[in-house]
Structures are given as structure tokens and as C-alpha cells.
């Protein structure tokens, strides 16, 4: 099976993309730790933060294209897993402070000093251990997504009453999280972090390691998506999203195919959340806003569904056009994200990677062949 992989599953396409991932994770390291800042190769700090960064989003992306891409649920709600996940990792850095806190208590994190909580929570118990944050960073968006599609996929909900109920869920949450009572922070949220596994979270070779941590997840989770799209299981999910009702008449309990995509998405998205607070140095209940979600939807439509590469692409594209639109013209930053996605649906509708195959075979006047997420009939996908 393994050899079935690596010879049909991963395309040419899909080894360019895991050797630029690579080279990018071994060689931005090195030029911030290894050349001196007068060095014209020189990469700055800050720029490695930024560009972990991306790819915790690229992370993000890829995990709604699971869903969306190939089994046709767009979720509106993907940052609900994304901060869960944050959260998790953002309690373990603040039982990492200790003493070293403003009110210098060795057990309760400062917001919980200053709103006179007596003791710890007992959700909080457990989180002073990194592979306890670590686990329940992909434990808790992995059950509340199961739970959720339990219920939802159950009751044969789909289509855009799906997506509304996915964003329903992120905005009840983003305004449970801003309750000081729930004992997350409230509206400032979880800060003023000071290491990570015994390593100082300002120092330079810590945020080298981030980005590249950032890096060697991002090319599992690619390889665990091509596993999955490229097996009879991912072949199912394809009838599902082109077919449903008939992949159901011939027999497949859909349910439980959109339950387990699903469940697998979240937890890729909440590893994201986690690989992402670090390096930003904050998580506050503003990472569940619904807007958030649709940005997401955004970078994946443009990468285009339904590839993989394409959303990673375009996670990076519209992040790196933000950074640079909102110092240059920060008052056109929105206008320029609403052109871009209306000029990629007009004229590129599989997104950019999605439309390269018809565009290339326009220019060398050749036959194209059927893109990546070319529709598949449903009984051939579902044998």
C-alpha cells in the first residue's frame, strides 16, 4: 500500500511542492542563524515569524480543502477549530510563565490573580506538560467536530444551512470565550508568553525552530491529505460531494465518510491553531470570528478546491498581499481581497492551481486533461 502511494497517490506536482517545503524549512533557518545581519542573504526575524506564520495558514487552508475540496461541505466555521487549538497551546505557554508572572503567583496565570480566582481550574490541570497541550490541541477541535457532525450529518443537513450552522457554532463560541468567567482571559486573552520547552520565545534560533516545526507539519499534513484523497476512501468522498444521493442509493453509509473527513479536518485545523500562537504571541477569543472563517474559504477558492497544493498556495498569496497592501494602503487592503476573489471566480473558477492544466493547454494549443477536481461520475468513484 505504502508503495502504491508514493508510485500513484502523489503526483509530480505534489514532490515539487514537499521539495520547495524542504528546502524552505532547512534554508530560512539558516540564513536568519547562520549569516550575520550585515549579510545581503541575511533573513530577519521578524520575516521568519511572519512566514511561520503563512504557513500555519497554509495548514488551515489545506484542512478546509479536505472537507470542501473533496467532499463538498464548506464550513464557515474552521476557526473555531483553529482557536481551540491556539488555546490549548496558548494555556501550556502560560503555566510556563510561573513566577515570573506580573503578581509573581508560581500556579495562576495573572488574569486569573487579578479577577481573585482562589485556585486553578480544573480544565486547566495537566496543561503545565507540552505533550498533554500538544494532544488535546488536536483532542478537543477533534471532538467537537465529531460531536457536531454526529448530530448534523445524521440529520442529512448540508448545503449552505450547513454552512450557517458552522458559522453559528464559531460566533456562539467567540462569545462564550469572551466571558471572563470562563477562565481563558476573557477579552485579552492568553499573552505575555515566556518560553516554550525551556526555550526563550524571543530569541531568534526559538523562532528559527518554530518556523521549521511549522514546516515539517504542514508536509505530513500534506502527505496525510494525498493518502486519504487518493485511496477508495478519498474516491468515495468525491461521490459524495458530485453525487450524493446516489452514492447513498448504492449502498455507502455517507455519514459516516463525512464524519470521519470532517473529524480529521478539525484536528489539522486545531494543529495549526497551536503551531500558530507561539509564534504570534497572543490568542484572544477574536480568532473565532466568523470572518476569519470566510477568509479561509477565501484563500482556498483562489488556490482552488479540490487540489491541495491550491490552497496552500493561495493561503500564502493573500497573507502575503495583506502584510504588504496593509502597510503600503492599508484603506484599499479590503477593496484589493474582494477584486482578487471576484476577478478568480469570473476568470480562473477552479482557482489558480485548478485552471493552470487549461490554461497551459490553451498556450501550447493542446488537448487538456481533466483538472484535479474534475467532476467523477459517481458510480465509478464509488467502486
Same mark, same amino acid.
Given at each position: ?17 514537499? %521539495? ?270 466568523? %470572518? ?68 497551459? %493547454? ?22
Amino acid at each position: 500500500m505504502t508503495r502504491r502511494f508514493f508510485t500513484h497517490g502523489m503526483t509530480r506536482g505534489g514532490w515539487v511542492f514537499l %521539495a520547495l517545503l524542504a528546502a524552505a524549512g532547512l534554508l530560512i533557518p539558516l540564513l536568519n542563524l547562520a549569516l550575520p545581519e550585515s549579510h545581503p542573504l541575511h533573513m530577519p526575524t521578524y520575516a521568519v515569524t511572519l512566514s511561520g506564520k503563512y504557513l500555519t495558514y497554509a495548514l488551515l487552508a489545506l484542512a478546509l480543502d479536505l472537507v470542501w475540496g473533496y467532499c463538498g461541505i464548506l464550513s464557515l466555521g474552521h476557526a473555531a477549530f483553529f482557536a481551540l487549538g491556539g488555546y490549548a497551546m496558548g494555556m501550556y505557554l502560560m503555566r510556563q510563565i510561573g513566577p515570573r508572572g506580573v503578581y509573581g503567583d508560581p500556579l495562576l496565570p495573572d488574569f486569573m490573580v487579578f479577577l481573585d480566582w482562589q485556585e486553578l481550574p480544573w480544565y486547566w490541570l495537566g496543561f503545565d506538560l507540552f505533550p498533554v497541550a500538544l494532544a488535546m490541541a488536536l483532542v478537543v477541535p477533534g471532538v467537537l467536530a465529531f460531536v457536531f457532525g454526529w448530530f448534523a450529518f445524521r440529520a442529512r443537513v448540508g448545503g449552505v444551512y450547513l454552512s450557517i450552522i458552522t458559522q453559528a457554532m464559531t460566533y456562539a463560541l467567540l462569545l462564550a470565550f469572551f466571558r471572563n468567567d470562563m477562565g481563558f482571559g476573557g477579552n485579552n486573552g492568553l499573552t505575555d508568553f515566556k518560553e516554550i520547552l525551556g526555550f526563550d520565545l524571543q530569541s531568534d534560533a526559538t523562532r528559527a525552530g518554530l518556523f521549521a516545526a511549522s514546516a515539517l507539519a504542514l508536509g505530513l499534513a500534506f502527505v496525510l491529505c494525498v493518502a486519504i484523497t487518493s485511496s477508495r476512501l478519498g474516491k468515495v468522498l468525491i461521490a459524495v460531494r458530485d453525487a450524493e444521493s446516489r452514492t447513498r442509493f448504492l449502498g455507502y453509509r455517507v455519514e459516516h465518510y463525512k464524519l470521519f473527513v470532517w473529524t480529521v479536518s478539525a484536528m489539522l485545523a486545531g494543529l495549526a491553531g497551536a503551531l500558530y500562537v507561539p509564534q504570534v504571541g497572543i490568542i484572544n477569543p477574536g480568532e473565532f470570528a466568523p %470572518a476569519n472563517s470566510i477568509e479561509a474559504v477565501i484563500w482556498v477558492a483562489i488556490g482552488g478546491r479540490g487540489t491541495l497544493v491550491g490552497p496552500i498556495l493561495g493561503a500564502g498569496l493573500v497573507n502575503f498581499a495583506k502584510s504588504w497592501f496593509t502597510a503600503a494602503l492599508p484603506e484599499l487592503w479590503l477593496f484589493a481581497l474582494g477584486a482578487l476573489f471576484i476577478a478568480v471566480t469570473l476568470f480562473l473558477p477552479r482557482g489558480l492551481v485548478g485552471s493552470l492544466p487549461r490554461l497551459w %493547454a490553451k498556450a501550447t494549443g493542446t488537448r487538456s486533461k481533466a483538472p484535479p477536481d474534475a467532476r467523477a461520475k459517481a458510480p465509478a468513484a464509488a467502486e
